[in-house]
């Protein structure tokens, strides 16, 4: 084993996911710097001697695609460095658009820990540490659960601290973005309502709240056809959904 690990950078604009993936490098040994989006990736990356890109396809200012574009502009064949596309969008095709935009390879998101840690090194020839995180494969029901309270243990491992203050970031992130994917559905707003959601979509999946998440999933599907109508249908469910579970995930964290 190598006595230190390259450093990655980790570009991903949901709070949520980008706390739990830098956990998990920080887990498997690996040293992230971590941007909120395209553009500060893109400073990062210029400045920075990284072995290895982690970067979400859909963010604001500047995505993960033209990220991609921009960086493989100026590099050359000798300093080529691998950039991993890591998006909530786990659809037939995603993998080989991705390579197509000149990413060379592909994470869905929530990622579990045996996955990522395989992903590093493949790329970076080095060696998957064994951190005894549960890392079975999640089957997800017809009818999801509200809430997984197993779900951050398989990303993060057995970390009741940890646990604790991520849920509670993201119960007061999700309270936030449910309110403003209403507003943005009053108002026939469609590709506001699908940004919106798919970011809360991220979050919700990666704490365990996957009722939460397979509405915001639908709300960001109707929003990218403008479908304004169903927008203000599907968002009508939103506020109960997120009561229902923060009511399970506060009882957790009494």
């Known amino acids: 084993m190598q006595d230190k690990k390259p450093k990655i950078l980790l570009a991903e604009d949901t709070k949520t996911s980008r706390d739990v993936i830098a956990e998990q490098l920080r887990l498997l040994g690996y040293a992230c710097d971590v941007a909120c989006?395209?553009?500060?990736?893109?400073?990062?990356?210029?400045?920075?001697?990284?072995?290895?890109?982690?970067?979400?396809?859909?963010?604001?200012?500047?995505?993960?695609?033209?990220?991609?574009?921009?960086?493989?502009?100026?590099?050359?064949?000798?300093?080529?460095?691998?950039?991993?596309?890591?998006?909530?969008?786990?659809?037939?095709?995603?993998?080989?658009?991705?390579?197509?935009?000149?990413?060379?390879?592909?994470?869905?998101?929530?990622?579990?820990?045996?996955?990522?840690?395989?992903?590093?090194?493949?790329?970076?020839?080095?060696?998957?540490?064994?951190?005894?995180?549960?890392?079975e494969v999640i089957i997800e029901d017809a009818a999801p659960l509200v809430w997984d309270a197993l779900a951050l243990t398989r990303m993060v491992g057995d970390n009741p601290t940890m646990h604790r203050r991520l849920l509670e970031r993201f119960l007061i992130g999700a309270e936030a973005q449910t309110a403003q994917i209403e507003t943005a559905a009053g108002s026939g707003e469609c590709a506001i309502v699908a940004e919106l959601a798919h970011k809360?979509?991220?979050?919700?999946?990666?704490?365990?709240?996957?009722?939460?998440?397979?509405?915001?999933?639908?709300?960001?599907?109707?929003g990218l056809a403008g479908d304004v109508a169903e927008c203000r249908i599907q968002a009508a469910s939103l506020s109960v959904a997120f009561l229902r579970a923060a009511e399970k995930i506060n009882v957790s964290l009494v």
């Open 37 to 135: 989006d395209g553009e500060e990736a893109l400073a990062l990356w210029r400045k920075g001697d990284y072995a290895l890109l982690l970067t979400d396809c859909h963010m604001p200012r500047l995505d993960g695609f033209e990220l991609t574009r921009l960086i493989r502009e100026v590099e050359t064949r000798e300093n080529r460095r691998p950039v991993i596309a890591v998006t909530a969008n786990a659809m037939q095709g995603e993998a080989e658009y991705c390579k197509e935009k000149g990413m060379d390879d592909y994470l869905p998101k929530p990622m579990l820990m045996k996955d990522l840690g395989a992903m590093l090194a493949k790329w970076l020839q080095g060696e998957v540490v064994q951190s005894g995180v549960e890392t």
């Open 200 to 222: 809360l979509k991220s979050g919700s999946r990666t704490v365990g709240a996957m009722e939460l998440g397979h509405l915001c999933q639908r709300i960001e599907w109707v």
